[in-house]
């Protein structure tokens, strides 16, 4: 590779820490979207004075009572409810933010769905599907909750285990009759990652092999670690883009927890191809949306190197 993780999380880091003003929050940051995943960047790439700093802002002026966050403006939240709850409260146990760790995480509890061990994902509570799920399962991990990640655990060995045919792709998604595998085609996307077209959410693999190996080294037991790389294993059958766009990035965290250093290094290589000059990724008009992904990246990249 040309530059390594660190150096890519660096440089997006610098980017990020510009934006942070004396009361925590981002410049441009109008919304969650633009602190959710900032702390955790911040927090592992060398500045956790700014990190705890966001989590104060995050505190004072998103979370209310009971634990839920206040996500006005973030159009896919009732989608994901618990998503960004998820990387705040991971944000919270490194910073040693235990108190606002124990509020997210009772939150995100409430979402969990006692008879299939995974987690609504949806504000309806209809549908659990992979990102939101593994998500949750780490925060709980993380924060003290093993009785609920292990549950999570046994969720992605269930979905897993029902994918009729993982060479054509990966259904990501459960509902109460079992696994999702009839949708409309506007929620394709969130439902199939298609092994046989470009452009898909490659994510998916990726996210729940992170917390997978997460889960076996919490518990030692191996079991969990060799599921983490079949789904990592399964996302070979995806297209030559697998590695290579901003849907790829969690399967190089994926691939660094379970110790797949060679994908891994493919997927860094990758983002490091779609870094903007400045440091951060995704050109928009959006500030927020730039600052979302980019702090993404960032964490993602620093999880790469630190594994």
Excluded at 19 to 32: M, V
Excluded at 205 to 233: D, K, M, N, P, Q
Excluded at 271 to 284: F, H, I, T
């Amino acid at each position: 590779m040309i530059e390594g993780p660190w150096k890519l999380a660096g440089r997006g880091a610098a980017w990020l820490a510009e934006l942070i003003q004396a009361d925590g929050s981002p410049r441009g940051g109008g919304d969650l979207r633009a602190c959710y995943k900032t702390a955790i960047a911040l927090q592992l790439s060398g500045h956790p004075r700014l990190a705890r700093a966001v989590l104060g802002h995050v505190e004072h002026r998103y979370l209310l009572p009971g634990g839920d966050l206040d996500g006005a403006g973030v159009p896919w939240l009732q989608t994901y409810r618990t998503y960004p709850h998820a990387w705040l409260c991971c944000a919270a146990v490194m910073a040693a933010r235990f108190d606002l760790a124990r509020e997210l995480s009772g939150f995100i509890a409430s979402y969990h769905d006692p008879s299939t061990g995974g987690f609504f994902a949806d504000e309806a509570r209809t549908t659990q599907e992979i990102m939101t799920t593994s998500m949750a399962g780490l925060a709980c991990l993380w924060s003290g909750r093993h009785e609920l990640a292990t549950a999570t655990g046994g969720w992605l060995d269930r979905l897993y285990a029902a994918q009729p045919d993982l060479t054509r792709g990966l259904y990501t998604s459960w509902s109460a009759t079992g696994l999702v595998t009839r949708f409309e085609e506007p929620d394709a996307a969130g439902c199939f990652v298609n092994a046989a077209k470009p452009g898909q959410w490659y994510f998916q693999y990726g996210i729940s092999a992170a917390f997978l190996a997460a889960l076996a080294g919490a518990t030692g037991e191996s079991h969990w670690l060799g599921l983490a790389r079949s789904f990592l294993a399964a996302s070979e059958h995806c297209g030559p883009d697998r590695h290579a766009t901003p849907q790829s990035g969690k399967l190089g965290w994926g691939a660094a927890w379970a110790g797949r250093r060679d994908l891994a290094e493919s997927v860094a290589l990758g983002l490091g191809a779609l870094q903007n000059g400045d440091g951060s990724w995704n050109v928009s008009a959006n500030i927020i949306e730039t600052i979302d992904v980019t702090a993404e990246f960032v964490a993602l990249l620093a999880f790469m190197e630190l594994a």
